[in-house]
């Protein structure tokens, strides 16, 4: 069941698809994007469905997702870690940013009730800057 909601999930940000992205996730979802908050406009932390809707919509207008690869995957119970190999491009000067990160998901009835990413954060603040 873990990997339909991944599944799911990561469709929706790849789509720029809101409503599918909504539909995965509970209404008090919690996501945590760990990294200078300031130099990346969507680190920190963002409560509820609409706030995390904006999150990924502030994430889109800065990056295009090419490809999401998992390197690794250690599920538990009530969640999972994935450890991911991504490749995005930055909108802005069209540079493409290769980088891992660490996404970790919990899920309640279903659905994504967390989200926390570890990634490489001085690169993705590195390649805004050069925009």
């Not at 919990?106 to 690169?123: I, L, M, N, Q, T």
Request: no cysteine; net charge negative.
């Amino acid at each position: 069941m873990s990997q339909m909601i991944l599944d799911r999930w990561y469709a929706a940000l790849k789509a720029g698809d809101a409503g599918a992205l909504a539909a995965v996730t509970t209404d008090d979802v919690i996501v945590r994007w760990n990294g200078p908050v300031g130099l990346v406009p969507w680190a920190g932390v963002w409560e509820g469905r609409a706030k995390v809707i904006t999150f990924f919509k502030r994430v889109a207008e800065h990056l295009e997702i090419v490809s999401i690869e998992t390197v690794q995957t250690i599920a538990g119970e009530g969640g999972v870690a994935i450890v991911l190999s991504g490749h995005w491009r930055v909108r802005a000067s069209g540079e493409d940013l290769r980088v891992r990160a660490a996404n970790i998901f919990r899920f309640e009835d279903g659905k994504v009730a967390a989200f926390e990413v570890y990634p490489d954060s001085h690169a993705f603040a590195e390649a805004l800057a050069r925009a």
